[in-house]
């Protein structure tokens, strides 16, 4: 395979392109596990976009309203992991990420876990990558005591056998 040097130099931003985005899910993680807005706040461009199931939040106000209430809600402390991300170049500029988190978390008196899904689309024309869009959706929140057992309701009770 032939390639002029445009287009190997075109191939080589896109993945360093991919490359800068991809790091943003560690950091991301990180800040989720020593949880101060500013430094959250900090990873997303001033008109992003943060959406989950519940609630959609526009902007540095809403992202850190958003993160406040949910802090408040949730005090465990926590430890966050980022696996099997997708990284696809959209176009000049902007990455897409497609990645399963889960997380652990302790209180006093119980242990949490959960697990869920990102789709985000990065920018990654500043010095630094910046969420443009992030999508978080938790497929699962329990406590150790209840795990991940399943009570067959009706319709499953008949698939189940």
């Avoid at 309203?65 to 170049?89: G, L, N, Q």
């Avoid at 990455?95 to 978390?105: D, K, M, P, Q, S």
């Avoid at 399943?150 to 319709?155: E, H, I, K």
């Amino acid at each position: 395979m032939t390639t002029s040097p445009d287009d190997q130099a075109a191939r080589l931003t896109r993945l360093e392109e991919c490359a800068a985005a991809s790091n943003i899910l560690h950091t991301f993680a990180a800040s989720l596990d020593e949880p101060e807005i500013e430094r959250v706040l900090a990873l997303f461009r001033e008109d992003a976009v943060l959406s989950s199931p519940r609630r959609e939040a526009v902007g540095h106000d809403e992202i850190r309203a958003f993160f406040t209430e949910a802090w408040a809600a949730d005090p465990s402390e926590k430890r966050h992991f980022v696996m099997s991300p997708r990284v696809t170049w959209l176009d000049p500029g902007r990455v897409r990420l497609e990645a399963y988190f889960y997380f652990v978390g302790r209180m006093p008196d119980s242990s949490v876990l959960g697990w869920g899904t990102y789709d985000d689309v990065v920018d990654v024309t500043g010095p630094e990558p910046r969420f443009a869009r992030i999508r978080m959706e938790s497929h699962l929140r329990t406590d150790l005591a209840g795990g991940w057992a399943s009570v067959p309701g009706p319709a499953a009770a008949g698939a189940a056998r």
